[in-house]
């Protein structure tokens, strides 16, 4: 069963079109990246997933009915990019009230400790840090037990330390069967917790698949020789190449995969092969050149 | 919906500034004036001034209360996203507003009834049963006007334009109500404003309980029309607010 499926969705504010004919499934249990540049359309993504925005053409469904009908059934548990907490609340109270308005929420002490507040519990809102304040966001996502968790751009505020305790956290919550969809514009962080990932780019799909297909279906990949003064007719023809560049008697050729052109070079020409190299795209790479074409 | 009313009432009695502006100030401003002017009779009714000062503070107060436990804490909800974070819960929209006229409601309470007994212990202020009921039901029940005006506020303006206007209102309407100093002392202009306000409406029929009168149809109706009209424009204003485009 989908989690989630939008059918050619859009939504334009005025003349600007922010998500643009969007269609994805994603399937319960999975744990997706949206991983695209600022203004690529992923927040109004999940806003659109909440009921909080209305898509303009186009249907969302989220566990097979309407977004509001999924979040009055208390199915979505969400961290928004902005929210405070009230002041005048502590973490305990604020927590515990979140959490009594879903028809199955977890227990509050098993909510304080997947997000690390169990020595917080007692403080006011207007004692805590950025980034505890952050840990009390996700603790209120997840305190009424949503099958679906969304997180727009979850790590923004935190440090490289948080940030690792938070994915930490939020894999423990996936690994319970729940659907997870997180906004990031972090490559590393879409790599190596999600396990698909989807670039998007002026509220289109770029590219969909795991962080290694979407290396592997760019050419971002290089293979480079010292070429000295052959001809290098007929690189460009061989498996796998986008391009050819020539400098200072080095040739580097751009490909998509460089087992093959690597196997090609040797076994299809003749050239003198010496000083070989083989440059790996990495997430980043791919994302650029993704985000670049669109 | 009890717990958040619970949440709501706990938040707001932990707020100092609020406690000193809404329940400290009525409460010291009735000792100080019934000190000054407790013990003046009014020729016409027959009222002692500690009576007519225990009306008086206590409708500021809850006026104060109505507006200030509304409007600036539900601008600044809207504002920081805690709004956002109740919608996206199974919580139905229509209990955030509901919640919150009680809680408001509750919170003229302590005011209300601490100016009362501030009267009845330092001025020895006595009244019949009956007379206590009324005047405490109907300075509670007509604060549904005010309440409805801070949510208004609340949901139209953003915070930091939501607290000096949630002020001036408060004051405009305890000093053109005659809360402050008699009506009968203002220029022929300012009484003119001040007989259409409802919280003229709204002391004078705590003044005519007190006085042993029974309060004219025309004040309760001012009142209620001012709760009917006000209750609209919140309900408007908080649909508006809440929107999903």
């Known amino acids: 069963m989908n989690a989630i499926a939008f059918n050619g969705v859009t939504k334009k504010y005025g003349d600007v079109v922010a998500v643009d004919g969007l269609s994805l499934d994603i399937p319960a249990g999975s744990t997706v990246a949206l991983l695209g540049p600022n203004g690529a359309g992923k927040s109004t993504s999940i806003n659109m997933l909440l009921g909080l925005l209305r898509p303009t053409s186009g249907e969302i469904t989220v566990f097979g009915s309407s977004p509001d009908e999924a979040v009055a059934r208390g199915d979505i548990g969400a961290m928004l990019q902005e929210g405070a907490l009230i002041p005048e609340l502590t973490v305990r109270e604020s927590v515990d009230f979140i959490r009594r308005l879903y028809p199955n929420p977890l227990p509050l002490d098993d909510v304080l400790r997947m997000a690390d507040l169990t020595d917080l519990a007692g403080r006011r809102a207007d004692k805590l840090s950025g980034g505890q304040t952050q840990r009390v966001r996700f603790a209120l996502a997840v305190a009424g037990g949503p099958k679906l968790l969304l997180l727009d751009e979850p790590t923004a505020a935190m440090d490289v330390e948080s940030r690792r305790a938070f994915w930490g956290n939020m894999r423990s919550y996936a690994a319970q069967g729940r659907t997870i969809v997180f906004a990031t514009h972090y490559l590393e962080e879409a790599d190596e917790n999600s396990d698909r990932v989807v670039v998007v780019a002026k509220g289109r799909v770029v590219a969909d698949g795991t962080a290694a297909e979407i290396k592997a279906g760019v050419a971002g990949h290089a293979v480079s020789f010292r070429l000295g003064d052959q001809p290098a007719a007929g690189l460009d023809a061989l498996a796998g190449v986008s391009a050819v560049e020539i400098q200072a008697g080095r040739v580097t050729v751009k490909t998509s995969d460089p087992d093959a052109t690597v196997e090609a070079l040797y076994r299809k020409t003749t050239l003198d092969i010496r000083d070989l190299q083989i440059h790996g795209a990495d997430l980043e790479d791919a994302f650029l050149a993704l985000t670049k074409e669109s | ?245």
């Open chain 2, 1 to 245: 919906m009890r717990h958040y009313l619970k949440i709501e009432l706990l938040r707001m009695l932990r707020n100092k500034r609020y406690i000193i502006f809404v329940i400290a100030f009525p409460v010291l401003f009735y000792l100080l004036y019934s000190n000054l002017w407790g013990s003046e009779v009014d020729q016409a009714t027959g009222v002692k001034g500690s009576v007519t000062l225990m009306v008086s503070m206590g409708a500021y107060g809850a006026l104060a209360a109505s507006i200030m436990s509304s409007a600036v804490p539900w601008s600044q909800e809207r504002q920081s996203g805690w709004l956002r974070q109740l919608q996206i819960t199974p919580l139905p929209g229509w209990t955030i507003i509901v919640t919150k006229l009680i809680a408001s409601m509750v919170l003229v309470l302590p005011a209300l009834l601490l100016v009362a007994l501030a009267a009845v212990l330092t001025q020895h202020v006595s009244l019949p049963a009956g007379e206590w009921v009324g005047l405490i039901a109907a300075l509670w029940i007509g604060t549904i006007p005010f309440i409805a005006l801070g949510l208004a506020i609340g949901s139209v303006l953003p915070p930091d334009t939501a607290q000096p206007v949630a002020v001036i209102g408060m004051f405009g309407l305890a000093l053109l109500g005659g809360l402050w100093f008699p009506e009968s002392l203002m220029p022929e202009t300012m009484k003119s404003i001040a007989h259409v306000l409802p919280s003229y409406d709204y002391a004078n029929i705590g003044w005519q309980i007190v006085a042993g009168e029974t309060p004219q149809a025309s004040m309760i109706l001012g009142v209620a029309a001012w709760a009917v009209g006000l209750g609209a424009l919140a309900l408007l204003a908080y649909r508006r607010a809440t929107v999903r485009a």
